[in-house]
Structure formats: C-alpha cells, structure tokens
C-alpha cells in the first residue's frame, strides 16, 4: 500500500539496488521503499548528528534561500511560522527570524516538543523533510491541518524526474531516504488539498491554502 495515498495499485519492481527495492505509486507517483528497509531510530539520528549544518555557514545559508525567499517574499513580516524537521543546528529559522516573523521549532529528535503542533501557522516549512518520512499521509496531513487559511507551506525536496534517471540518482542512495516525491506527486497533493500549487525551481514548492489571511498576501 501507498504510504502517501493508500493506494494498492503498486509497481514493486520500479528500482532494486544491492541494498533496498524501491516501489512506485500508479496513483500518486510516489517512489519509497517498503518498511523493511526503514533505518532504525539509532542509525536514523546516528546519521543527522553528523549534518555540520550551521547558522554561521554562508554556503548553507545560500542552499536555504532556494525555500526562504519564496515563502518570505509571500508573507509580510510579523507572521507565526513553524520550521518542521529543523535538525541538530537550527538555521531556516534564524532566517525568518531576522527578516522579523516568530518561528517554533519541531524535530522528531532535535526539538521534539509535540505542543507546537496543537497551534497553527501563517507558514510551514518542511527543508529536506519528506523524504525522510516514515508515515508522510499522517505528517503531511497533520501540517496541513494546523496551517491557516491562506497560509503557505514550503517543502524542499529533490524530485524524481523518471525511472532511468532514478537509477542514476544520488539522492537515493541515502538510506535515511524512504519517500521520493515528483512533479506529479505535488500536483495530487494539491488537488487533494484544493490548494494552489507554486512550482519554485527543480526542489521546491509552495502549498497555498484556501481561504482569507490578513497576515498573507492573497
């Protein structure tokens, strides 16, 4: 079964390595590798704890600007933000943060505080989240949930392109990797949602939601 859609209409031979399968959705193109290939919590924080993200890295900071300048240039300062997934050195949101918003933090193992997720949000960011995602209906739909109308979620991920690209894909060969979203997976989480989608180079996109926000240029 689909992990996004819960689809069973499933192509179990999409990709196989030496050391995973990987599974592609016919309904939402979802690519992920079944649980068994899921790292265990250990190996999982064993390999974000050696990350050398940094707030005072300029490098990672240009990386950032590819989510950061889109959502930020779509909200006016003042907004209450939530940086979902914000790892062992916290740097996305220093960066909302100087441009004038307030931003929570929550991460599964670095800032795991489950209050923050009974609030909700003029925006939601998710860098380099989803693909690490065990259960991404469950994830995706509770931060959905918890953005205002008219408020916008960022996700940065790299997309999958087609099958023989896949093959040749770096991004795949991270075994903390289980979720793969392309093109098409985005435009069926937005159909879903009824949300405008804003396709924002070759990784990120934009999620607006319904509805009216004075806190969020319509």
Known sequence: MCPLCQAVNINKA???DIRRKFYACDTCHLVFVPPKYFPSAEAEKSAYDHHQNSPDDQAY????NRLFIPVNERIPPGRHGLDFGSGPGP???????????????????????????QQSYDF?????????LH??????????????????????????????AFAKWHYKNDLTHVGFFSASTFHWLA????AQLTVVGSDVVLFKKQGLNPGVSQ
């Open 191 to 194: 159909k879903q949602w009824q």
């Open 124 to 132: 939601i960011t998710a860098s380099e989240v989803v693909e690490h």
């Open 91 to 117: 740097t996305l949101s220093l960066m909302f943060e100087e441009a004038g918003h307030v931003v929570d933090l929550f991460d599964y193992f670095y800032a795991n505080d489950p209050s923050v997720l």
């Open 61 to 64: 900071r240009r990386f950032l």
């Open 135 to 164: 259960q991404p209906k469950h994830t995706l739909e509770a931060l959905w949930e918890i953005l205002k109308p008219g408020g916008i979620l960022g996700i940065m991920t790299k997309r999958v392109l087609n099958r023989e």
């Open 14 to 16: 999409y990709h196989e």
